[in-house]
């Protein structure tokens, strides 16, 4: 079964890797995280704050 994630729950990933010194990549290693999915919702919570 998967682990999904709330758009929340991505929002406050997104937050805490760009607060961390950890590369996407080893920060997406260290919790499990596909590197496709983070960026895709990346992607998204900048698109929101833009608005």
Do not use: D
């Not at 998967?2 to 290693?29: D, G, H, I, M, Y």
């Amino acid at each position: 079964m998967t682990n999904r994630k709330t758009p929340e729950q991505w929002q406050a990933l997104v937050r805490q890797q760009s607060e961390s010194e950890l590369t996407v990549t080893a920060f997406c290693r260290k919790y499990k995280l596909a590197i496709s999915c983070f960026y895709t919702h990346k992607k998204k919570s900048k698109q929101q704050s833009s608005f």
